[in-house]
């Protein structure tokens, strides 16, 4: 069992790997690939610009969240990010597996949020994202413990 530190750390890790693989990603849309198929799946400069300026409106607390929520720009970004994604993962079973984990962080993430909150509606969202989660995980190791046992009977005869 962990101690308070030592959950701490572990989920600090998580966190770390998660900003770390989304900023990757970011970087994929930033810049235009060489390929004509993915060019399409950046942003545009016009865009960075509106960027900035919202970022340091909700830096400075000029820009109400619920506002910031509403931009066009943040909504085009997140689709693009969600078509990126979508690429990656149909490319790459690698690429497919680190989408899988972020996903799994941001369910950590929500799941702490709603917490912090109190915020009880989002708290039964987030524990039923983590009941679908368990579930699934479970037959996968189900899956795979009796993989195991059906190859470990025919190696041994």
Request: charge should be neutral.
């Amino acid at each position: 069992m962990l101690s308070g530190k030592a959950v701490k750390r572990a989920v600090r890790g998580h966190y770390l790997m998660d900003s770390a693989l989304k900023v990757m990603l970011l970087e994929k849309l930033m810049t235009p690939s060489m390929e004509g198929s993915d060019s399409s799946i950046t942003l545009q400069p016009e865009d960075f610009e509106e960027l900035k300026i919202l970022y340091d409106d909700a830096v400075h607390h000029r820009i109400d969240l619920h506002e910031l929520s509403k931009s066009a720009t943040l909504s085009k970004l997140n689709s693009l990010m969600t078509e990126r994604q979508c690429l990656l993962a149909e490319k790459s079973r690698t690429a497919k597996l680190w989408l899988q984990y972020c996903r799994y962080v941001d369910v950590i993430k929500s799941f702490i949020r709603a917490e912090r909150l109190g915020d009880c509606t989002q708290n039964c969202s987030v524990s039923l994202m983590m009941m679908t989660l368990t579930v699934v995980l479970q037959y996968q190791l189900m899956y795979l413990l009796n993989l195991m046992m059906t190859w470990s009977s025919s190696f041994h005869g």
